[in-house]
């Protein structure tokens, strides 16, 4: 495998399971007050192009990152809306 | 200009300046409780490696959009660790 390839990967996978840890405190504390709306929204618009541009330029790596990315954005989007309508506080330290 | 190198600066505007507002609500709140420290750190290295790819890859887009997004998340978690130590609080709506 090439050395780019494999940097690649690694970014890809690095920058997307960064969410994951986001969205399980979220899940723990049912609370995302702290997140800015525009922080996902601007996120969101942003991956769909990476999305396109990854698919112009024949490059896996950009599109499977960028589909994840969607994935857990819109997940985060979804648990700042849910947890803010609620009101479900716990104060989980 | 070519569509696709379009799109790329879109995509990276967009992801890029996803951090601004996360940063003014930050400061402004001085507070960034709900926001998970292994988002930024796993992002910050995320990042670290697609700068890396996009130098090995010659993208100059993929290059600038991730020394920006290095930036803005090591500013985020400069914050997350000011305002945890300080313990500065103002319950801002």
Sequence with gaps: MLIDTM???IAAVLTTSSFIPQIFKAYKRKRLDDLSPY????FISGASMW???GIFREDAIIVVA???ALAFNSTLLLMK???ANGK???ENK
């Design 7 to 9: 940097i690649g990967m």
């Design 39 to 42: 922080l996902m929204l601007l």
């Design 51 to 53: 999305l396109i541009y």
């Design 66 to 68: 960028n589909v994840l």
């Design 81 to 83: 809306v849910m947890y």
């Design 88 to 90: 479900v506080v716990k």
